[in-house]
């Protein structure tokens, strides 16, 4: 069973620059055919997708936050980071990080973390 | 604003049936079958509970089920349990994944 497991900031200022990590306890999500991603929700609002990672390197954004986002992955550490600039405080949000595995065509989120709440404050 | 429409709410007494609509842009819900569903029971994260429209993920109640027609995506919802409030999410893929905007489901 894989487990995802957030970690980052719990409070940052506007402008700041947001870095989350997720870390990931099995390495089958390591293979092509899998992604893992990041998805958040405002307090009392919607789910948002923000980005995901392919295995094969192929990235995909959130059309209205790609200049804002990064993500990348480091295999050897079992990791995905989720770097987001600018932040401002309509960007608080809890943080999910999600695997998209082979058994849903890495077209859903089949794995979720227990998200991280991220603050902006000044 | 979500690019996917759900009603914001829905309601049916324990045993009843409901569902829940999805309604999006040709260029999500009509050219692919890459519809999911989500759960969010209070306080706690989401839950795959519906994807590629029909099928269920191993472990989930076989209450729950989905069809799609069309550009609109629905969620049933069969014998309902106390333990099925909460929100609901539909989840659209085209390249990129749109949600809706959430449905609150309320067993009275």
């Known amino acids: 069973q894989i487990t995802l497991k957030e970690s980052g900031p719990t409070l940052v200022k506007p402008t700041q620059t947001l870095t989350l990590t997720c870390t990931f306890s099995d390495i089958s999500v390591s293979t092509t055919d899998a992604g893992v991603g990041w998805i958040r929700q405002p307090p009392g609002k919607a789910l948002e997708w923000l980005a995901v990672?392919?295995?094969?390197?192929?990235?995909r954004y959130r059309p209205s936050l790609k200049s804002r986002l990064t993500i990348t992955k480091d295999t050897a550490m079992n990791q995905v980071v989720l770097t987001m600039t600018n932040m401002d405080p309509v960007d608080t949000a809890t943080y999910y990080c999600v695997v998209l595995s082979a058994v849903v065509r890495a077209a859903a989120f089949d794995i979720w973390g227990q998200g991280t709440l991220v603050t902006v404050s000044s | 604003q979500s690019a996917l429409t759900q009603p914001a709410s829905v309601s049916g007494s324990p045993g009843q049936s409901v569902s829940i609509s999805c309604t999006g842009p040709t260029s999500y819900i009509g050219s692919y079958d890459l519809v999911s569903w989500y759960q969010q029971q209070p306080g706690k994260g989401p839950k795959l509970i519906i994807h590629d429209v029909n099928r269920r993920p191993s472990g989930v109640s076989d209450r729950f089920s989905g069809s799609k027609s069309g550009n609109t995506a629905s969620l049933t919802i069969s014998g309902l349990q106390t333990e099925d409030e909460g929100d609901y999410y539909c989840?659209?893929?085209?390249?990129?994944?749109?949600f809706g905007g959430g449905t609150r489901l309320t067993v009275v």
């Open positions: 989840c659209s893929y085209a390249g990129t994944w749109v």
């Open positions: 990672i392919y295995w094969a390197e192929d990235k």
